[in-house]
């Protein structure tokens, strides 16, 4: 990807509305012991470059090649539903945001079964959220008025429409798949749960779990 595409394909992706979602990725990091990191799905490589500029020694994973050149660093081309957990042993967290989605339901408890067999004490994964929520955000001073406002309802009452083989195949909060659907999911795989929050602009769930 060239320098001008590039930057649009960045500015596309990494929007005001979302920022704040990878912010989010970092702080959680950061109540955890943790230095040496397995990032799951970087996409543009945003959160990589935060992890490795405040330290972590970061390891990305996808299935296919890297989308971005800097930084540099080792990067594993594996397709998680074949995921092997001895490929990925030796790390203090797994960090998995925004990607679980794109694989069949059933083969989700495979991949997060394979996450703690791999031996990481801590795992943090984020997956859309379309439960019943309110957003409001404002803003005000004498030159400029600006709010935000969003309100999600009524999506526990219709099922999800999957799409295409890459795009979501399934979403937190539709009819059939509430938030307790998830949560047994995770807990089965022999994860615990130690915290639970919401990012507001991207509307995702985020667990920060610890191996059982």
């Given at each position: 990807?060239?320098?001008?595409?590039?930057?649009?394909?960045?500015?596309?992706?990494?929007?005001?509305?979302?920022?704040?979602?990878?912010?989010?990725?970092?702080?959680?990091?950061?109540?955890?012991?943790?230095?040496?990191?397995?990032?799951?799905?970087?996409?543009?490589?945003?959160?990589?470059?935060?992890?490795?500029?405040?330290?972590?020694?970061?390891?990305?994973?996808?299935?296919?090649?890297?989308?971005?050149?800097?930084?540099?660093?080792?990067?594993?081309?594996?397709?998680?539903?074949?995921?092997?957990?001895?490929?990925?042993?030796?790390?203090?967290?797994?960090?998995?945001?925004?990607?679980?989605?794109?694989?069949?339901?059933?083969?989700?408890?495979?991949?997060?079964?394979?996450?703690?067999?791999?031996?990481?004490?801590?795992?943090?994964?984020?997956?859309?959220?379309?439960?019943?929520?309110?957003?409001?955000?404002?803003?005000?001073?004498?030159?400029?008025?600006?709010?935000?406002?969003?309100?999600?309802?009524?999506?526990?009452?219709?099922?999800?429409?999957?799409?295409?083989?890459?795009?979501?195949?399934?979403?937190?909060?539709?009819?059939?798949?509430?938030?307790?659907?998830?949560?047994?999911?995770?807990?089965?795989?022999?994860?615990?749960?130690?915290?639970?929050?919401?990012?507001?602009?991207?509307?995702?769930v985020f667990h920060v779990l610890e191996a059982?």
């Open positions: 990807m060239a320098g001008p595409e590039r930057a649009r394909a960045w500015r596309a992706y990494y929007t005001e509305k979302r920022i704040g979602h990878q912010w989010m990725q970092l702080d959680l990091l950061g109540g955890l012991p943790a230095t040496r990191v397995l990032e799951v799905g970087p996409h543009l490589g945003l959160v990589t470059a935060m992890l490795a500029n405040a330290g972590y020694d970061v390891v990305t994973l996808d299935r296919g090649p890297r989308r971005f050149e800097r930084p540099a660093g080792p990067h594993l081309e594996i397709d998680l539903t074949r995921l092997d957990p001895a490929a990925i042993r030796g790390f203090d967290a797994i960090l998995c945001c925004e990607t679980l989605e794109h694989l069949a339901w059933a083969d989700v408890p495979g991949v997060l079964r394979a996450f703690r067999a791999a031996g990481a004490p801590h795992l943090i994964v984020s997956v859309p959220y379309e439960g019943l929520q309110f957003h409001l955000s404002l803003y005000v001073n004498p030159w400029r008025f600006r709010q935000r406002v969003a309100f999600r309802k009524g999506r526990s009452l219709r099922r999800f429409e999957a799409g295409p083989p890459g795009a979501h195949q399934w979403e937190v909060g539709w009819r059939g798949m509430p938030l307790r659907t998830w949560e047994r999911a995770l807990q089965a795989a022999g994860w615990r749960i130690a915290r639970r929050t919401f990012s507001a602009g991207c509307r995702s059982r």
